[in-house]
C-alpha cells in the first residue's frame, strides 16, 4: 500500500530510520519507546481528529490540538504525568529536527510544542535494598535447581556490577575478562555506548563456573544468562525474577522491604548508594554506572543521605529510646499557645 508523501510522514520517517539510529546513535530500545509517543498521536488523529496518517500536516498541528493530544493521553489513556512528560519530549525533539530540515512547514508544530508546559507530577522515592536485605536476596535462590543457580549468579552479577537490566540481558561470554590478579567485565550501556566495570576475583569465578556449568565457554557469542524458552534473556524475565524473590522475602521477613515497588533497576540504586557510603567518590560511581553527567549520579548522593538519616534514627531508638523518661511538666499549657 503506498502513501503519498507529505512533509510531516517523510521527516517523521528520515527521523527514525537515519537519524536517530545513525546520526545519534541511540539504542533500539530508545528508538522504540519515541515511536510509541508518535503511535499515540497517529492514533489521537485518527480516533479524535478523524484524520489518517497518512493526511497529517505540521499545519494540523496546532496548540489548541496539541493540548487536545496531552489531554486525551492523561484521561483517554491514563497516562501518568511523568509518562506524559516523556512523550511532549519525545515530540519536542522531533519538532526541532524538523524545522532545522523544512523550517516553514516545521515552523507551526514547533512553535506549539514549545508551548506546552511539562506537567508536575509526585516523585516517587527510589526503592534500595538495604545491606541486610542483599544477603538475603541472594541467599534465597535454590542453586540445586538449574534456574535457582542462574538466578543467584544473576543477583550477585547486577550488584557487584551495578548493571541495568538491558545490560545484562545482552552480556556476553566474551565480555567476562579474567586472570590471576584482576577481572572485569565490559557492559554495553545505552546509545551503545560500552564501559569496563571492575569485578572481584571472586564474583569473577562464579561468573565463569556458571558459563562452564552451562557448556558455552567455548562460545564468546553466547549470552551468559538464558531464559527458558530463549537464548538472550528479556527485561520483562529479569523483572520477574525479582518479583518472584522479593515476593517470598516480604512473606519471611515481613520487617524488611518495606518498600511497595522493587524492580531491577532498585539494585543499580542499591549499588550506587552502597558504593557511596562506603566512600568510594561520585565521579567513580558515575562511571561505574555508565551515566555521562555526574549529575545524575548526584541523586544517589541524596539517597544515601536518606539512609545515613535512617540509620542515625535507628541508632538513636535503640540508645535513647526507652531509658530517658520526660516527665511532663506540671504547669497547664499557656493558652495563647493553643490558639
Not at 16 to 35: A, D, H, M, V, W
Request: aromatic residues 10%.
Amino acid at each position: 500500500m503506498s502513501r503519498r508523501k507529505n512533509d510531516f510522514m517523510t521527516l517523521l520517517e528520515d527521523y527514525f530510520e537515519t537519524y536517530l539510529p545513525y546520526s545519534r546513535g541511540l539504542s533500539q530500545n530508545t528508538i522504540k519507546s519515541y515511536k510509541q509517543s508518535f503511535l499515540l498521536l497517529l492514533r489521537f488523529m485518527l480516533d479524535v481528529k478523524k484524520t489518517n496518517a497518512e493526511d497529517i500536516k505540521f499545519s494540523a498541528l496546532t496548540y489548541d490540538t496539541l493540548l487536545e493530544f496531552f489531554g486525551w493521553i492523561e484521561t483517554d489513556r491514563q497516562c501518568k504525568a511523568s509518562t506524559r512528560n516523556q512523550r511532549l519530549s519525545a515530540l519536542s525533539a522531533f519538532s526541532e529536527y524538523a524545522q532545522n530540515r523544512d523550517f516553514d512547514a516545521a515552523f507551526v508544530f514547533r512553535s506549539a510544542i514549545i508551548k506546552i508546559p511539562v506537567k508536575k507530577g509526585q516523585n516517587k522515592p527510589r526503592s534500595v535494598f538495604s545491606r541486610e536485605e542483599i544477603k538475603i536476596l541472594l541467599d534465597l535462590p535454590d542453586e540445586t535447581y538449574e534456574t535457582g543457580l542462574r538466578d543467584k549468579v544473576l543477583l550477585s552479577f547486577m550488584y557487584a556490577t551495578g548493571a541495568r537490566a538491558q545490560e545484562t540481558c545482552d552480556f556476553t561470554v566474551a565480555d567476562l575478562r579474567i586472570n590471576n590478579r584482576t577481572a572485569s567485565v565490559t557492559l554495553v550501556g545505552k546509545g551503545s555506548k560500552t564501559r569496563q566495570v571492575g569485578i572481584s576475583l571472586s564474583l569473577a569465578k562464579i561468573v565463569q563456573n556458571y558459563i562452564k556449568h552451562r557448556h558455552i565457554d567455548r562460545h564468546p557469542d553466547r549470552h551468559v544468562f538464558s531464559s527458558q524458552t530463549h537464548e538472550q534473556m528479556t527485561v520483562s524475565c529479569i523483572e520477574e525474577i525479582y518479583k518472584k524473590y522479593v515476593t517470598i522475602a516480604k512473606e519471611k521477613y515481613p520487617d524488611m522491604f518495606l518498600d511497595d515497588n522493587y524492580s531491577p533497576h532498585s539494585m543499580r540504586h542499591s549499588t550506587a548508594c552502597h558504593l557511596l557510603e562506603a566512600g568510594v567518590d561520585i565521579v567513580t560511581i558515575k562511571n561505574i554506572l555508565g551515566h555521562v553527567s555526574v549529575q545524575t549520579t548526584q541523586i544517589y548522593a541524596e539517597m544515601s543521605q536518606d539512609s545515613v538519616d535512617r540509620k542515625l534514627k535507628e541508632w538513636n531508638d535503640t540508645w535513647f529510646g526507652n531509658k530517658i523518661e520526660i516527665k511532663k511538666a506540671t504547669d497547664e499549657i499557656p493558652d495563647f499557645l493553643k490558639r
